[in-house]
């Protein structure tokens, strides 16, 4: 039989509704509880964008003058709404109306960093998009064009974000650092650095993990001998990359742990457990 042609081969479904595959009436054949994983993962990502949401929008609490805590859904902090001392960089921007987040400088860049990271890509194709939402289970969508076509040809743009995103953890190590401030000026050190300090190091580590990272290190190398320190920097990204689902999931805790607990001592609910000033 020949090839539809025309329209007629532009309604032909691909995948698994391909004309040469096996004609299966059921969705799947499992019957264990195949929907459990993409059901967590799909909570998991909804709890955290509602919650980034809700902080990035309100306005409140995320500046703790005494010690210079900034919480990381408003850094950099550019404009002259930004409450005194928060920003760290100046304030380049004017009054920001209320529809427009406090850090919208960084925070595009830092969104396309996680919709396109390889692994989430994964985790929303399963559980938002279910292409497929389980092995060995048919997915909803008669054609697939892959990411040859909007929205989804936007993924090839992770590279790019991968720099932004190195960019914003250099400016997030800054604000560790200038946190360990006193209440009476000079050196402080107090259970807000320990969750600041913490949640760089594991954002560091969840973009250096990052498959584009691994690629600039020490992709295009013919001869690994002949470039013996890129060699070494590869190997290193690569024992991290195999965490990169891992520390996906681990900074999105760590940037809501940081968030709420600046939150908390700046609104006054929680005192700051000091060691030293």
């Not at 609490?61 to 859904?73: D, I, N, S």
């Not at 709404?81 to 595009?108: A, D, K, Q, R």
């Not at 396109?116 to 399963?126: G, I």
């Not at 992709?219 to 002949?226: I, T």
Request: glycine content about 8%; some cysteine.
């Amino acid at each position: 039989m020949s090839a539809p042609a025309g329209n007629e081969a532009g309604r032909v479904g691909t995948g698994v509704h391909a004309p040469t595959r096996a004609k299966i009436p059921w969705r799947t054949l499992r019957t264990d509880r195949w929907w459990l994983p993409p059901l967590l993962t799909t909570l998991g990502l909804a709890t955290f964008v509602v919650y980034a949401t809700i902080r990035s929008f309100v306005r409140t609490a995320y500046w703790v003058p005494e010690y210079h805590y900034l919480t990381p859904f408003y850094s950099p902090c550019l404009s002259e709404s930004c409450v005194p001392g928060s920003s760290h960089f100046g304030t380049p921007f004017g009054e920001l109306p209320g529809f427009i987040p406090l850090g919208f400088v960084v925070l595009p860049f830092l969104l396309g960093f996680r919709l396109t990271c390889y692994y989430y890509r994964k985790a929303y194709y399963r559980s938002i998009w279910l292409s497929p939402p389980a092995c060995a289970v048919a997915e909803p969508h008669a054609k697939y064009t892959g990411e040859t076509r909007l929205p989804l040809i936007i993924q090839n743009a992770h590279r790019y974000f991968f720099y932004a995103a190195v960019v914003v953890s250099v400016i997030n190590t800054y604000d560790a650092i200038t946190a360990f401030h006193g209440s009476t000026g000079g050196f402080g050190f107090g259970l807000g650095n320990i969750i600041l300090l913490g949640n760089v190091i594991l954002l560091w580590a969840y973009t250096l993990s990052c498959h584009s990272c691994r690629h600039v290190t020490g992709g295009r190398l013919k001869h690994f001998s002949k470039h013996p320190v890129r060699y070494w920097i590869w190997t290193k990204v690569s024992a991290l990359n195999t965490r990169h689902m891992a520390l996906a999931w681990t900074t999105l805790g760590t940037l809501t742990l940081t968030d709420l607990y600046v939150m908390l001592v700046a609104s006054g609910a929680l005192t700051d457990l000091r060691f030293i000033n």
